[in-house]
C-alpha cells in the first residue's frame, strides 16, 4: 500500500505541466505547521489528563450513617 501511495504521489506531482505558485507553497507549509500543532497539543493533552487521573472513572462516595452537614436536612 505505502509503494502504491507512493507511486501516485510521484506520478500526481510530475505528470503535471503547471506551476504551483509561491503562495500555494506557502500556504501548504501553513497548513501542515497548523495541523501538526493541533495533533501534537491534543495528544499532549491526551497524555497530560491520562497520567493526571482524570481518566478514571467516576466513583460514588457515601456519607457514613449519622453524618449529615447542618442545614441540609439529610435522611434520619
Not at 5 to 30: I, R
Not at 56 to 75: F, W
Amino acid at each position: 500500500m505505502l509503494a502504491g501511495a507512493v507511486a501516485l504521489g510521484y506520478l500526481g506531482w510530475f505528470s503535471t505541466d503547471h506551476d504551483v505558485p509561491e503562495s500555494g507553497y506557502v500556504a501548504l507549509v501553513l497548513g501542515v505547521v497548523f495541523s501538526l500543532i493541533v495533533g501534537i497539543g491534543l495528544m499532549a493533552l491526551v497524555f497530560y489528563s491520562s497520567r493526571a487521573g482524570y481518566d478514571e472513572p467516576a466513583v460514588l462516595i457515601r456519607e457514613p450513617e449519622g453524618e449529615t452537614k447542618e442545614g441540609q436536612g439529610g435522611p434520619r
